[in-house]
């Protein structure tokens, strides 16, 4: 039987406890020298845990001699005797793993959250906004939404809107309502690493499709529509995390007749359609087949939790507000007031200008750092997605990098099939300033160009 362990419920980072439960086993004898561990993604989906939660405690596991690791083998219990680490676990100095938005001084967030919430006060009072409120949002809400969204969806109407406490919330429930258990739901072969976990938890099974340097490719996705008759097509075609492409006018037409013909629905995911407005949404092709979620998580702060659910007719908006309902009640009201008064006084339309133009700034930052490493990116996005060379393990690499003080996510997160490409995902948005981006890029640079460091690794 695998090795599950009992993780304590003492406070720290997940993957320090995961190493904690390993080496109390060790101890006391419930795993033995030699005995081979559960694979990352076996582990990961026992304990219903994200991949690179188990990587780290693997990585660090590995520094202290708890275990081994064996090329095209896996992890094994380390045949000599267990010694101490020779120092505590690494502290990432930089952060580069999150995928959020910078937060520029151009934005104003501290004033605009203050501003913003006694305009509130000064017109409704803010425990107005401490009560249950209505499922998916007032009626004068969703107004404020959809005619805000109509600048990039022309189609959009407030009966048909929903808001959610976050996208993860909206991915959630519309998997549960459109594939049961074992039904197959197709995405690009790299995805939103929350939307394999939603999969996970409802038992659907998620099938990757072909992808290239623009993004999922239609003759591969009407090959896999017809293979496994999908309930549904998930897709991020904006800026796609972690690839950074974007999918071309074509490449959407394209896209969207597939869908129509294999009779299924799409659910296009749109967390990075506001830094790139120029984009236009599948949903304008097929609106009757598509639910389009927006979110305001990446463009402005995903601590809103206020996402936006544009629903293909009446009946699944309905269908949808009752699920928010069953699930988590309501989103956040006063987060969700908040947000309605920023659109309404144009501040969130000159708050995500400030952003995008900072990502564009980063952007052009990691272009120079990175000259000459192979690596895809997409001008205002917030993350790139970097090639490693074919002779390195990839989670070794993270591990290294890691012990640099520097963290970032490596493909395995993203990867649908089993097969997964040697890369990584680096957010640029996560650095809390440019000064501190610099410094990581540095430490990246410098770890993929110097042969010695290779050499250490492999």
């Known amino acids: 039987m695998e090795w599950v362990p009992t993780i ?50 693997y990585g660090e596991a590995r520094r202290r001699g708890l275990i081994d690791a064996q090329v095209g083998r896996g992890s094994f219990v380390s045949e000599t005797s267990v010694r101490q680490a020779a120092e505590s676990a690494p502290e990432v100095r930089i952060d580069l793993s999150m995928n959020v938005p910078p937060h520029p001084l151009e934005a104003q967030l501290d004033e605009r959250i203050l501003q913003g919430l006694e305009a509130i006060r000064q017109k409704s009072g803010l425990t107005a906004f401490l009560n249950y409120l209505e499922p998916g949002g007032s009626e004068r809400e969703r107004t404020v939404a959809a005619r805000w969204l109509r600048a990039r969806v022309p189609h959009a109407a407030p009966e048909h809107m929903v808001i959610y406490p976050g996208t ?34 409802l038992g659907v099974r998620l099938v990757g499709v072909a992808m290239d340097e623009g993004g999922v490719i239609p003759e591969a996705l009407a090959k896999a529509c017809h293979a496994h008759r999908p309930k549904a097509v998930y897709l991020i075609p904006t800026l796609h995390n972690p690839a950074t492409a974007t999918l071309s006018p074509e490449r959407r037409a394209a896209v969207a007749s597939v869908i129509r013909a294999a009779n299924t629905v799409l659910i296009e995911d749109d967390a990075y359609g506001l830094l790139d407005p120029s984009a236009s949404p599948i949903a304008n092709l097929i609106p009757e087949r598509t639910y389009l979620a927006t979110t305001l998580s990446k463009c402005i702060a995903p601590a809103l939790r206020v996402s936006y659910l544009l629903t293909p007719d009446l009946a699944a908006q309905e269908e949808m507000r009752a699920r928010l309902q069953a699930s988590a009640q309501m989103p956040p009201p006063l987060m969700v007031a908040l947000a309605t008064h920023w659109i309404e006084s144009g501040i969130a339309e000159r708050v995500i200008a400030a952003i995008r133009n900072e990502a564009a700034g980063r952007q052009q930052l990691a272009a120079r750092a990175l000259k000459g490493l192979p690596f895809a990116a997409g001008r205002t996005g917030h993350h790139l997605w970097l090639t490693l060379p074919a002779e390195w393990r990839r989670e070794d690499f993270v591990a290294y990098l890691l012990r640099s003080g520097l963290a970032v996510v490596g493909s395995d997160a993203f990867a649908v099939a089993a097969k997964q490409p040697l890369a990584l995902r680096v957010s640029l948005g996560a650095a809390r300033n440019r000064a501190e981006l610099a410094e990581g890029l540095r430490l990246l640079a410098s770890a993929l160009r110097v042969p010695a460091v290779r050499r250490q690794i492999v």
């Open 8 to 57: 304590s419920e003492s406070q720290g980072p997940l993957y320090q406890r995961i190493v904690g439960a390993l080496e109390s086993d060790i101890a006391a004898g419930r795993l033995v020298r030699g005995q081979q561990l559960p694979t990352h993604r076996a582990l990961a989906k026992r304990l219903g845990v994200d991949l690179t939660t188990v990587t780290r405690a």
């Open 168 to 201: 993860q919330a909206i991915i959630f429930n519309l998997l549960m309502q459109l594939a049961g258990p074992g039904e197959v739901v197709l995405t690009e072969a790299l995805t939103f690493p929350g939307t394999k976990a939603a999969a996970a938890r």
